[in-house]
């Protein structure tokens, strides 16, 4: 899976100390005291990284957002996305931000969205909104990265920890294994593999050629029999959702796909059973805050597939860069049985992103069925675990045993149909109180 930086285009110097720059945004680092000064990197070819870091997001803001334009990334190194994680209730260790800024010869070449977060008394340092996202890497100039080697992100590494906080543990998790086509030189030390892996269809060639390649005639025929038995039913439209359609269709979509999780057993991300029935998590705020800002510069997409001007399967995706990655779909409870409404909307935005010659289809992490049937393409995650700290040996030594513990039981498909088993009859019980309390 490749994720397509778009062409650099000039923002003039993103430059620091520089007063004879007269364009483009100038960082004040000097004399700043929400800014802390690193050591230099001398990088292999001779020439020097200039670091700096803040525990402030805010301070990042502007040169973050013009630095997304250019610079390669996922969708979940967005800064809207990453300030909507921080701000969310429910963020489970109320992490702080620690943002770090590589600058080579007075230019921007990366961003590092870290968040330092308290761990069983430890300070463990993590990838920002690590939680809610399917990947975490940094926003990266694709020309400078052959540049960066895994020793330098080592350097960076230290120096954060003796630098800008006593950082006992460094936990940065699903990490992909290639960015922008190269080895991902921040996979430093502690590697392990994670727990899932992610997958992609690169979409070559026409449409029609594609679907024949993924699909065979009998499942075409197949799909477009209960796409017809649905349109005798009434007026079947696929849509694009905008305005103030937008956040209700949100809301629906994310409270189907909780309750499909609650019938499987499954692990569910969208609902805070602790609080409640459909309560927020940090992933259904982060995801609505999202959702709110400008729709001309989010990347955030709502799909659905309408019955006679109702919603019966709706999507949530990001598209960028010529990359089109899907969050979440679900279906409505109403569908008719066997009517396929979820597979014929992935069909739909597939064909859409084929049509609109975007570079690659993603499925993000996860091994669904449905994923491992349509990818023609397999990113590896990876998960550095290591100590910065003799203390944080023994943190390093939970999260590495939790990791393995969890592989474990994803491995063991009688153990996990089991649990899922178990976690449906609760989920039965639980849904059986509910009903019972008084309003």
Known sequence: MKHHAPKSTNLGNMAIELPECTRG???EFKGNKNWHTLPEIKLENGSKLRLYATTQLSQAKHIWKQFQRIAWHTPFQNY???NAWFESDNQDSKAKPLIVLGFKEGE????LPFASETYFGLTRLAWAANEVNDYNCPLIRSEFLPQMTVTNAGQIYRHISHQITDIDVFHLAKQPKFIAGIANPFIESGVYRSSCDSHSLRLEGSWQNLYTQQRSAKSRSRLRQKTNRLKRTGNLRF????GAQKQICIET???WKSVQLEQKGERNPFNNKSQGPLSDTALTQTIRQFADIDAQNSPLRVYGLFLNGKMIAGMIAFVENKTFSL??????PEVFTNSSAGSILLVKTIELASRAKFHAYDFLAGDESYKLSWCNEKLDLYDCVFAATNIGQMGAFSSIAKLEVKKSLKANVPLMNFLKKTNRSRNRILGT??????L
Not at 239 to 242: E, H, T, V
Not at 327 to 332: A, E, I, N, R, V
């Open 108 to 111: 921007l070449q990366f961003i």
């Open 80 to 82: 809207d996305w990453i």
């Open 25 to 27: 945004f100038v960082v």
């Open 253 to 255: 979509i994310l409270q």
């Open 433 to 438: 109180f509910e009903k019972l309390k008084p």
């Open 239 to 242: 849509m694009a959702i905008r």
């Open 327 to 332: 969050f979440t779909m679900s279906y409505g």
